[in-house]
């Protein structure tokens, strides 16, 4: 079986394990069906997910001009804290930007390889957290908007870091830690004007459970356009990483917008 279309992060479901499904033109194909199974993947070009043309991919799925232009990569996405929409200040488009901005957000932490602070819209729970190949995340506070959410992140980033080492996440080399008594540990580390969003006991740690049969001993990551072919038996989905039996790992999320034909 022979499928080809462009790149973009894989749908996912809650469930034990993950469901995986990646969407290629008009195919929607259940990852999970395919492991244990020989995989090969050929680089076919690129097409920027905003503006459909075929330019090489500069940033997150976008083509050069996309990325400083689509109110979908402004600033404010990797920096909630820069978020003006509250103040009806426009980045980009500013109905957009409200839209995006002005609904609840959580402020979790994540244990993906050591313990980090992170941001995600409400409506993105645990769509998030899977996609960071978190084992378990715990809400610390949900607020009305993205800019609230931002300064907390900035805020508890001085004492938690708020990146993952993938390389350990895919190795499930992760620290052992309680979620629970760090949340309460940070509590006085959150800003005033948010304090009252904290959350008490009320949400329980959520442990996730990924379907791979074996992880990586060392991680060798695969770019299809240094490497245009590739063939190998994937063992293994996390985060939004295939994991194959060679220790190959192909981060599909880090390549949206790319061309690919994928046989089975």
């Not at 459970?209 to 060392?218: A, H, I, L, S």
Request: a negative charge; glycine letters at 6%; charged letters at 30%.
């Amino acid at each position: 079986m022979q499928y080809q279309g462009v790149l973009s992060k894989m749908r996912t479901e809650l469930g034990s394990p993950i469901r995986y499904y990646l969407q290629l033109e008009e195919d929607e194909i259940s990852m999970n069906d395919l492991i244990d199974q020989e995989l090969q993947l050929s680089f076919q070009g690129y097409q920027c997910l905003n503006c459909g043309k075929k330019k090489k991919i500069y940033r997150q799925g976008h083509c050069y001009d996309c990325f400083y232009k689509s109110p979908h990569v402004g600033d404010w996405v990797m920096r909630p804290e820069l978020s003006k929409a509250h103040l009806g200040i426009e980045d980009r488009n500013l109905e957009f930007e409200k839209e995006a901005q002005l609904q609840p957000h959580i402020v979790y932490l994540a244990l993906s390889s050591d313990v980090k602070v992170g941001v995600t819209r409400k409506t993105q729970v645990p769509t998030r957290w899977i996609d960071q190949g978190a084992n378990e995340a715990l809400p610390i506070v949900e607020v009305p908007n993205r800019y609230l959410a931002g300064i907390t992140e900035v805020a508890l980033k001085e004492h938690l870091s708020d990146k993952t080492n993938w390389r350990k996440m895919l190795k499930n080399e992760v620290v052992e830690e309680d979620l629970e008594v760090i949340r309460e540990q940070i509590e006085p580390y959150i800003p005033e004007e948010v304090k009252d969003y904290y959350y008490e006991n009320e949400d329980e740690v959520l442990a996730l459970d990924f379907p791979v049969n074996q992880y990586p001993t060392k991680v060798k990551s695969l770019n299809l356009s240094k490497t245009p072919e590739y063939k190998g038996k994937l063992i293994g989905i996390k985060g939004q990483y295939f994991i194959f039996e060679d220790n190959t790992v192909f981060n599909v999320r880090g390549n949206e917008g790319t061309i690919i034909s994928l046989e089975v």
